[in-house]
């Protein structure tokens, strides 16, 4: 029994310090991540996302939180620590949005390469908002000011300037081509065949050829020995 109690004491004890985080948490102007819809996606102007060119980052909000909200900024923090926006965009113009309502906004930046060395780099959408609540028929308030921001991150894959090898053939051996999504040399794969001059070459018309030949070869020799046979022929019925 002892140790029912013990453990119930705990259960209740560990509610009511989770209760009183949240409360605290509520205080202090926190808001949900899922209160408001935000979703953020890129495009590049690059077909390989090269490092230099533009990046557009399409956001889309909605209003799901259930009051009038106020959109102040939008951050794209990346994933190292501490985190630090690497886009910050202001708002202009006041962005009101009642419930229900939605709101799109391009971003345009210029790609950069990723911290890590690597082709992808990773960020966490946010946006900075203002909570308004309606304390009477004429007046409406200013309620609470908070960053929200996504759950998962977000990516974009982008072509370093230190990675690239060549910008076109000439830069690659004479077997090699410039794969221009990756911007590196690499062989032509030939399943069946070889390359030559920097393409591949089947070995299926090679073998059509020599099958050509043959049958002409063929064909070639067995119409001399026809002759040859019809010629003893005429010559054995004239001794004959």
């Known amino acids: 029994m002892k140790y029912r109690q ?10 009511v310090l989770t209760l009183y985080t949240i409360s605290a948490h509520a205080e ?30 399409y956001a889309y909000f909605y209003n799901n939180f259930g009051t009038d909200l106020k959109l102040n900024s939008i951050y794209l923090y990346g994933q190292n ?15 009101f949005l009642n419930p229900q309502e939605d709101y799109e906004v391009n971003i345009t930046k210029t790609l ?3 911290e890590d060395n690597s082709y992808t780099f990773y960020y966490l959408p946010c946006v900075n908002v203002s909570i308004y609540k309606t304390e009477s028929k004429y007046i409406i ?9 996504r759950s998962d991150l977000q990516s974009v894959t982008t072509v370093p300037l230190s990675k690239i090898e060549c910008w076109n053939d000439s830069e690659c051996k004479e077997d090699e081509v410039c794969k221009m999504y990756l911007y590196k040399c690499r062989k032509p794969r030939c399943p069946v065949g070889f390359v030559k ?5 089947d070995f299926t018309s090679y073998l059509v050829a020599l099958g050509v030949i043959l049958i002409f070869v063929l064909v070639f020799f067995i119409t001399k020995k026809q002759k040859i046979i019809k010629t003893k022929r005429k010559k054995g019925k004239k001794e004959k």
């Open 6 to 15: 013990i453990i119930i004491l705990l259960i209740l004890l560990l509610l």
């Open 28 to 57: 202090e102007g926190d808001i949900p991540i899922f209160e408001l819809n935000l979703m953020v996606e890129s495009k590049c102007d690059h077909p390989a996302c090269l490092e230099g060119t533009n990046v557009t980052f």
């Open 81 to 95: 620590k501490p985190a630090k926006p690497f886009v910050v965009y202001e708002f202009e113009d006041p962005v």
């Open 112 to 114: 950069w390469a990723p």
């Open 141 to 149: 308030s200013k309620y609470k000011e908070g960053l929200i921001c």
């Open 197 to 201: 001059d920097r393409k591949c070459v």
